[in-house]
């Protein structure tokens, strides 16, 4: 059964940088799309950015494009989201999960979600 574990989560300053992780488990990354999602207290799960299993497409929200950037390591079954220029208004819990070729945006098309890692970005 494959299982993802965030990882990286912490307090930082506005303006600010933090690299978040996620390991996958119980199978290969290889195979997989993966999904970086985040959800703030009172809001709705919310997009953040996707890689295909090439890494040579990645797809961002407006929100964060520019300023964040998804990666994966096959080799280590990790995938990370670096993120940059952080600001308030990032401040949530972020999810990795796994996804097909064809998902979107819709939190319902990912799968195998992790527990989360709360950032938390102070003005």
């Known amino acids: 059964q494959v299982q993802l574990v965030e990882s990286g989560g912490r307090l930082v300053q506005a303006g600010g940088s933090l690299r978040l992780s996620c390991v996958l488990s119980?199978?290969?990354?290889?195979?997989?799309?993966m999904g970086w999602f985040r959800q703030a207290p009172g809001k709705e799960r919310e997009f953040v950015g996707k890689?295909?299993?090439?890494?040579?497409?990645?797809y961002y929200a407006d929100s964060v494009k520019g300023r964040f950037t998804i990666s994966r390591d096959d080799a280590k079954n990790t995938v990370a989201l670096q993120m940059n220029s952080l600001k308030p208004e990032d401040t949530a819990v972020y999810y990795c999960?796994?996804?097909?070729?064809?998902?979107?945006?819709?939190?319902?098309?990912?799968?195998?979600w992790g527990q989360g890692t709360q950032v938390t970005v102070s003005s």
């Open positions: 119980g199978g290969a990354l290889s195979f997989f799309d």
């Open positions: 999960a796994t996804a097909k070729s064809t998902s979107s945006w819709a939190p319902n098309e990912y799968f195998n």
């Open positions: 890689i295909r299993r090439s890494s040579t497409s990645t």
